[in-house]
């Protein structure tokens, strides 16, 4: 029988008066790309922490590989590869060095250190650069080599924690396959993102977590599934103030209308037309500059379950900023 890769059961974790964790509980089989969905301080990186031995639960038990690490958080470090929210290496170091640096706290040899350096940095595109100090690198490139070092001993569980935050998009992107690769050559991922868009790509299953408690988990596909015959408008505007939300949603009483910064989103489970919306918004005094329909996303449903606006998760639509 199969043994999933990590199991947590009722983990709980306070600081001071702060609950970080809260009784959660979720399974991570062998092989899957898992999920942990949720806004800047929602007890993503405690989660982390925890599962690492950076931290003790208060309450709870923890399973790594089938190895019970609550009372022994070393206990499965050698299955382990760890990615933190901010780089751990050394700055003074080229990126070569620092990868051949990491081999040897994992006990590599020599020479499989070396060959191993070379070969991550060929895979994440770093070869020009290995030889320079990891200070000169780019913060796209210090992220990809922190990855590097991060599954230098070849670990069969990586835990990324929040792999995008602060990067450029072609970084992300580049990120992003390379973590879809790393999965399907059969390293089961734990990720942590506040980028809705991020977890919807990449994860098979996803559990939204909202101060220190698991909300929901669920596979991508079901938790789609309310949404699934839903239709979205989109409305980009400029100039004027905020509109009066209010009296738009008492003319549609059957839609769901959000405002964000220079966009009004309107979703409804029937067909809804735009000129009437237009002429709404124009007589507010603001000029519509794209008016769309849009595919229904794992946005609708963090908001629905959640009642957090994407506003909330402290990322962006160009997805190059946040923390974790």
Known sequence: MAVDAVVVEDLAKRFGEVSAVDGI???????????????????????????????RPDRGRMYVGGVDCTDRPKAAQYLLGVVPDESNLYPELSG???????????????RARRTRADELLSQFGLTEAADRKFSTYSKGMKR?????????????????????????????????????????????????THYIEEAERLCERIAFLVEGVVVRL?????LMRPVAGKHVLEFVVSGGPRPNIGELR????????????????VTASTPVRIGPIVKFLEEQGLTVVEARAVRPSLEDVFVEITGIEKEGMGGNRNHAGGTS
């Open 218 to 222: 669920d596979t991508v596909e079901e």
């Open 25 to 55: 509980s979720f399974q991570i089989g062998s092989g899957e790309l898992f999920g942990l969905l949720g806004p800047n301080g929602a007890g993503k990186t405690t989660t982390i922490n925890l599962l690492t031995g950076l931290a």
């Open 144 to 192: 990809k080599l922190t990855i590097a070092a991060g599954i230098v001993h070849l670990p069969s569980i990586l835990f990324l924690d929040e792999p995008t935050t602060g990067i450029d998009v072609a970084s992300a992107r580049q990120i992003r396959q390379l973590v879809s690769t790393l999965n399907h050559q059969g390293t089961t991922v734990l990720l942590t």
């Open 250 to 265: 008492a003319s549609l009483p059957e839609a769901r209308c959000e405002w964000a910064v220079d966009r009004l989103r």
């Open 96 to 110: 070569r060095e620092n990868l051949r640096f990491c081999g040897a706290l994992y006990g590599m040899r020599k």
